[in-house]
């Protein structure tokens, strides 16, 4: 009777070697719900311990322009008056922006930190997601350690609850991933995979790059004419077609700005006014610092993992070689593709048997100090004088205060972050796209001469700002102005412990006397 007992456990699809895995699989299909509770408190923890700046498009290019879309006051870049960007990423703050006026609640600190807890809320489920991919691929221990890698993570705590178009294009490459038909998911789902991509590309036209392999690789599984005529086509026509919609609503006329963006950026690589790096950068320093203590496990894992996801691993690859290929480069560039890095180390992880515990707290404690420093200390400075200019919004004289920032361009946040309409002005450094080699910026112009271009500037007292901000950097070189025109300085806030060329490690308000003493 026993022998039959094993006999029967062994006929059983249950405990075969193709039906275990599959009933180990699908043992918890959905992720539960304390996971996701966790992954939400601790990403709403990681919205309000990050408190620098990063770039400065994590304004200007999306709070900024919900700001103007919704209070008729704000300023637009180069970059919109060039119809090279979509109002569609905007839309989404102003929808926010909108709501609080409704209900008489935009106030500034709510304009600033809603958007960012909406964000950090997104990164939540993409974390749960993640961990759903890879529980429903493989099994709940490798899922688990997955996700301790992608929590773990300090470049995706420093910029996942950040408004930045990489923030939610890396959000919405991870919901896509979980569609997408990778050997052995029963999970795939053609359109609704698509129409993630589809949506991240309309929001940054980049993210067409690592998905290329991905499709191509779909499209050599499936059918061709019923993917393309059944998915691509109809998903492409939806999302270009309310693309379109939008941003003809706000420009005033049919603008295909993904192409404008594709056309600046790659065909005609003009990024390069904003800085170049060798060819080489993102394999020397970029992936290694965006992995950072991760590294390790992430070369092992490309090593242990199971072959079905070496289409991720050439997609990261491929994704690499493209940008290098591009002479401006960011960090943030490839920040849509370490989810897919996680994955690899969560593998890593999973095969180190004795060393797990060691591995963990490793990956723990060294991911700890680079989150909280550039979280908390690193490039704070230009975030917390906008405080200082809120304080001008309440004064008496706000009609005449005047506050020109002079540092470098877009250093600051602009009217998302001050909320009412003071008159502000900062120098520009628009790229010239007329082809005129002698053209210099106005902040180039600026700082190759400041007490020359001042003087110029300001000949007449009345033309004079109530007050400069400005790096300490600059203080010596135009000190003979700010004594001769009656400034004196009210504060003095930290900034960065590395100070490179025009930035300073100090920030410096400056007021006339003979304007209100507020600030």
């Not at 062994?10 to 299909?29: D, H, N």
Request: proline share 5%; charged share 15%; glycine share 4%.
């Amino acid at each position: 009777m026993p022998e039959a007992v094993r006999l029967r456990k062994r006929r059983s699809v249950l405990y075969s070697s193709a039906g275990g895995a599959a009933a180990q699989r699908g043992a918890g299909a959905a992720a539960p719900a304390s996971l996701l509770a966790f992954a939400l408190a601790l990403r709403t923890l990681n919205c309000f311990l990050v408190q620098t700046s990063f770039v400065p498009d994590e304004y200007w290019q999306s709070l900024e322009v919900a700001h103007r879309m919704i209070h008729n006051y704000g300023f637009l870049t180069w970059e919109w008056t060039s119809n090279l960007r979509g109002y569609s990423y905007p839309l989404i703050f102003a929808s926010m922006y909108k709501a609080l006026q409704l209900l008489a609640k935009d106030n500034v600190q709510l304009l600033i930190w809603v958007p960012r807890l909406a964000q950090a809320v997104l990164a939540a489920f993409a974390d749960v997601k993640l961990y759903s991919l890879v529980q429903h691929l493989e099994n709940s221990e490798t899922a688990k350690f997955v996700f301790f890698c992608q929590l773990c993570s300090w470049f995706t705590w420093y910029s996942c609850t950040r408004t930045l178009t990489n923030t939610m294009e890396t959000i919405l490459t991870i919901f896509a991933l979980s569609y997408y038909p990778i050997k052995g998911s029963k999970m795939g789902n053609s359109f609704k995979y698509l129409a993630l991509v589809a949506i991240a590309i309309i929001i940054r036209p980049t993210a067409v790059i690592p998905w290329m392999p991905l499709v191509f690789s779909h499209l050599q599984e499936q059918r061709k004419a019923d993917l393309i005529l059944h998915n691509c086509i109809p998903v492409g026509l939806i999302t270009v077609g309310t693309s379109l919609i939008i941003d003809r609503v706000f420009f005033g006329e049919w603008v295909l700005v993904q192409l404008n963006f594709l056309k600046f950026n790659v065909l005609q690589n003009l990024g390069t006014f904003y800085g170049s790096h060798p060819w080489h950068w993102y394999f020397t320093q970029g992936l290694p610092v965006v992995l950072g203590p991760h590294l390790p496990f992430f070369i092992h894992g490309c090593a242990r993992a199971p072959r079905r996801f070496r289409i991720l691993l050439l997609a990261l690859i491929w994704t690499l070689l493209v940008y290098s290929t591009l002479s401006h480069k960011e960090f943030r560039f490839i920040y849509p593709v370490l989810p897919f890095c996680m994955i690899f180390c969560g593998y890593s992880l999973r095969y180190l048997k004795a060393w797990k515990k060691t591995a963990a707290s490793f990956l723990l404690l060294s991911n700890l100090v680079p989150a909280l420093y550039t979280g908390l200390v690193h490039q704070r400075g230009t975030l917390d004088v906008m405080a200082h200019i809120q304080q001008l919004c309440s004064h008496s004289q706000q009609s005449q205060a005047f506050v020109f920032i002079l540092m470098p361009c877009h250093s600051t946040p602009f009217y998302s972050h001050v909320h009412c309409p003071l008159k502000m002005r900062f120098l520009q450094c628009p790229p010239d796209l007329t082809g005129n080699a002698s053209y210099v910026d106005e902040a180039d112009v600026f700082y190759s001469n400041p007490l020359g271009w001042l003087n110029k500037e300001f000949y007449n007292d009345t033309l004079l700002p109530s007050h400069l901000i400005l790096f300490n950097v600059l203080e010596q070189e135009i000190s003979s102005f700010l004594a001769l025109r009656g400034y004196e300085k009210t504060a003095t806030i930290f900034h960065t412990h590395v100070p490179q060329g025009r930035v300073g490690s100090h920030i410096s308000i400056y007021r006339r006397k003979t304007e209100m003493n507020h600030l």
